[in-house]
C-alpha cells in the first residue's frame, strides 16, 4: 500500500469523523488549542513586553533615537554649541534637545522646621532644558500630572519628578529621599555646590523613566546661573530622527564628523541601561520555560483526548482492520484530527493575539511599576511556537493511535482486553 | 477455494487453557454455500474467525485461493482480506461517521486505486463510488445513499453491511449470524439477498443458530465442542 493511499485514506476517514462529531466536544478540544497557544505566546510575549515597555518609554521619552553625552572624565560635552550645529544639518535629524545636568539637593519644609527636626531633604538630577525643544524630542509636557508645563520665560520655577514628592511614592525605601508636602505652587529650595536657590514647584511629571520621574527640570537659561556654566556646554544631548531614518547611520555621521572626541554617541539601543538588557534575556528565557511547560501539558491533553478517542472507537479501528483498511491509514486519520485540532486552535489564537490581545495592550498597558507593559508577539516567534504546537500535538495524537491500532483485529471488535 | 487441516484454538488465561478448535478440517468450494451450525460455545464463529484470517490460528493450517493464508504477516492478512473477503457481522459493525454510500465506498477506495497505481486514481474514485452505488443497489438501498447508520433500521443497516462486504467482488462471503439482531421481516430479505448472491456464484460461508436459513445453504456444517460432528448437503 502506498503512503499517499493511506494519507488520503486517513484523511477521508479523519475529515468525516471532525464533521460529524459532537460540536461541543470538538469545540471544547479547540478551546483548549486555543489556551495552550495563548499560553505560548502570550505568557513570554508580556514577559518580555514588561521589559519592552520600559525601552520604549526610555526611548521614546528620554534618549530620543540617539544621544550624546559627555565623556566619562568630563562633565559637560566640549564644544557643545559646535555638536549641536553639525548634528541640526544632518538631514535625517528631525528634532535635538540639549541638557544641562547636575546632581543637586532639595529641600521642603524648611520656614516650619524647628531646629531639632531633621530637614527634609531628597537628592535629584537638575537638568535645564529648552522646554519648546525638550518637548519635541521627548514629549516631556505630555507628562505632566499637575501644574502647568514650562514656558522660556519662568523665572525660577521647576518641574518636579512625582518619585521625588511623598505623596507620589507609593513605596518606602531607605535609599529614596523624597519631599513631604510638596504640591504645585510651593517653595522648595535647591542646593548645587554650595549654592542655594529659592525655587516655585511649577508643575508635577509623571513617568516610569526613573531620569524623569526623579529628575527636577527647569529652563536652561535659569540653569546655567544656577549651575554657573556660561559656556553653552551641555551635559546630554538627545535627537529625534525623520521616520524611517537609520539612528545607526546618523551615529557614523557623528562619529566620521569626529564628535566621538568630545562626547558619547550612541543609538537608543546602545543607551539601554545593561540591567534591562539582562532582564529581557532572563525573562525571555522564562518565557520559554513557561511556554514549554504549556507545550507539553497541551501535548499530554491532546494525548488524553486521542487516547479516549481511540479507545472508545477501538471497536470501530477492529472493523476498519477488519475490512481491510490499512493500520497505518487509521493512525493518520488521527494524525489529521490531531491537527485539526491544533490548526484551528492556533488559527483562532493568531486572531485573537493579532486582531484583539496587541492593540488591547498597545491601548490599554498593564500598569506596573517601572514600565507600561505590552504584548510583545513577533510574528516569525509566534509562527515558530505555532509550528511546535502542531509537531507536538501531531506526536500526541499518533502515539494512542497507534497504541490502539496495533490491538489484535479481533479483540478490538469483540471488545476482549 | 477454502480449506482448513487440522485447525485448533486455544485461549490461555493464567493457568487455564481452554481449547475451543479442536482440529478442524474444513472444505469450501467455490460458488458453495455453506452454513455453519452448532450451540453456543460449540466453536463456529472461532471458526469463521480464524478462517477470515481477523484471528490467529493456534496451529492447523489455512489455505484460500491455493495460498497458506495462516503464514500470513498482520499487513498481508489485512490486505488478503481487503480484495479476497467479504465480512457481515452480527451487529452490521457500520462506521457510525460515515453515510451509507461512504461505509461502502471506503474499502473500494482502499482497495481501487491500491491496485491500479496513482495514474488512474480519478478514474478508480469514479468507479468506486459506481460499484458502492450498484452495491446498495443490489440489497435494495439505492434511495438510502446519504443516510447516516443511525437514520437506519437494523435491517437496513444489515444489507449496507452486505452491500459492504460485496462491493469489492470477493471470492468468500463470510456472515456471522447475520439474522441473530433482525426481525424475521428483515431476516427474510437477508437471507433472500444471500440466495442472490449464491445464485450469481458467489461462495459463501454463514455461521447460524437458525436452522431455518441454515437450509437455505447447500450444505450444513454442524460443529460441537471444537470439532466437526456432521456435514451434511440439503
Known amino acids: 500500500m502506498s503512503i499517499i493511499l493511506n494519507i488520503k485514506i486517513g484523511y477521508f476517514l479523519a475529515w468525516r469523523q471532525i464533521r460529524r462529531a459532537n460540536i461541543w466536544t470538538t469545540g471544547l478540544i479547540v478551546f483548549i488549542m486555543v489556551l495552550t497557544f495563548l499560553n505560548l505566546v502570550v505568557v513570554s510575549g508580556i514577559l518580555v513586553g514588561l521589559i519592552e515597555g520600559s525601552i520604549a518609554a526610555h526611548h521614546e521619552q528620554f534618549t530620543g533615537d540617539v544621544i550624546l553625552s559627555n565623556l566619562d572624565n568630563k562633565q559637560y560635552i566640549e564644544g557643545s554649541p559646535n555638536i549641536i550645529s553639525i548634528i541640526k544639518n544632518i538631514p535625517e535629524v528631525a528634532f535635538v534637545t540639549s541638557r544641562f545636568s547636575t546632581g543637586a539637593v532639595l529641600e521642603a519644609n524648611y520656614e516650619t522646621k524647628k531646629d531639632t527636626d531633621k530637614a527634609n531633604t531628597a537628592s535629584a538630577q537638575l537638568i535645564g532644558i529648552n522646554p519648546s525643544a525638550e518637548d519635541a524630542v521627548t514629549g516631556l509636557a505630555s507628562h505632566m500630572l499637575e501644574g502647568q508645563y514650562l514656558v522660556p520665560t519662568d523665572y525660577d520655577k521647576v518641574l518636579v519628578g512625582s518619585f521625588l514628592l511623598a505623596q507620589y511614592l507609593s513605596f518606602d525605601s531607605p535609599d529614596l529621599t523624597s519631599l513631604k508636602d510638596v504640591y504645585v505652587g510651593t517653595k522648595i529650595r535647591i542646593k548645587i555646590n554650595g549654592i542655594t536657590r529659592e525655587v516655585t514647584v511649577k508643575g508635577i511629571l509623571k513617568s516610569k523613566v526613573d531620569n524623569i520621574s526623579r529628575g527636577l527640570y527647569m529652563v536652561d537659561s535659569q540653569a546655567k546661573d544656577v549651575i554657573g556654566r556660561q559656556d553653552g556646554n551641555v551635559a546630554q544631548i538627545a535627537v529625534k530622527l525623520k521616520p524611517g531614518a537609520d539612528p545607526l547611520k546618523v551615529k557614523q555621521t557623528l562619529l566620521l564628523a569626529g564628535v566621538d572626541k568630545s562626547a558619547k554617541v550612541q543609538t537608543y539601543i546602545d543607551a539601554q541601561p545593561k540591567f534591562l538588557k539582562d532582564i529581557i534575556a532572563t525573562f525571555a528565557m522564562l518565557g520559554n520555560f513557561l511556554s514549554s511547560i504549556g507545550l507539553v501539558v497541551s501535548s499530554i491533553t491532546i494525548f488524553i483526548v486521542i487516547f479516549i478517542n481511540a479507545l472508545t472507537r477501538r471497536k470501530f479501528i477492529g472493523i476498519l482492520k477488519g475490512i481491510g483498511i490499512n493500520g497505518q491509514a487509521i493512525e493518520i486519520s488521527y494524525i489529521f484530527q490531531s491537527v485539526f485540532y491544533a490548526i484551528s486552535g492556533s488559527a483562532i489564537g493568531l486572531v485573537l493575539v493579532y486582531l484583539a490581545l496587541v492593540p488591547l495592550f498597545k491601548s490599554h498597558p498593564i500598569d506596573f511599576p517601572f514600565s507600561d507593559g505590552i504584548l510583545v508577539a513577533p510574528l516569525s516567534g509566534t509562527l515558530i511556537r505555532m509550528g511546535l504546537l502542531i509537531f507536538a500535538t501531531i506526536v500526541a495524537g499518533y502515539i494512542p493511535a497507534r497504541m490502539i491500532v496495533r490491538k489484535n483485529t479481533l479483540d478490538s471488535i469483540l471488545g476482549r482486553n | ?234
Do not use: W
Not at chain 2, 439477498?193 to 447447500?218: C, D, P, R, S
Open chain 2, 1 to 234: 477455494m477454502i480449506e482448513t487441516k487440522q485447525l485448533t484454538k486455544s485461549f490461555t488465561d493464567g493457568d487455564k487453557t481452554t481449547h475451543v478448535l479442536k482440529g478442524i478440517d474444513f472444505k469450501a468450494e467455490q460458488g458453495e454455500f455453506i452454513a455453519i451450525m452448532g450451540r453456543s460455545g460449540a466453536g463456529k464463529s472461532t471458526l469463521l474467525y480464524q478462517m477470515s484470517l481477523l484471528d490467529d490460528p493456534t496451529s492447523g493450517e489455512i489455505i484460500i485461493d491455493g495460498k497458506h493464508a495462516h503464514n500470513m504477516q498482520s499487513e498481508e492478512k489485512t490486505e488478503f482480506r481487503l480484495k479476497k473477503c467479504g465480512y457481515v457481522f452480527q451487529d452490521y459493525a457500520l462506521l457510525p461517521e460515515l453515510t451509507t454510500l461512504e461505509n461502502v465506498v471506503l474499502p473500494l477506495l482502499m482497495s481501487g486505486s491500491a491496485r491500479s497505481g496513482e495514474a488512474r486514481e480519478h478514474m478508480e474514485k469514479a468507479e468506486a463510488y459506481t460499484r458502492a452505488k450498484n452495491a446498495l443497489a443490489k440489497v435494495k438501498l439505492a434511495h438510502r445513499l446519504n443516510n447516516l447508520p443511525s437514520q437506519l433500521s437494523g435491517g437496513e443497516q444489515q444489507r449496507v453491511s452486505i452491500a459492504r462486504a460485496i462491493a469489492n467482488h470477493p471470492i468468500i462471503l463470510f456472515a456471522d449470524e447475520p439474522t441473530a439482531n433482525l426481525d424475521n421481516e428483515s431476516s427474510a430479505i437477508v437471507m433472500e439477498i444471500f440466495q442472490e448472491l449464491h445464485k450469481e456464484g458467489q461462495t459463501i460461508i454463514m455461521v447460524t443458530h437458525e436452522e431455518q436459513y441454515a437450509k437455505l445453504a447447500q450444505k450444513i456444517v454442524k460443529i460441537d465442542d471444537g470439532k466437526v460432528i456432521s456435514n451434511i448437503k440439503n
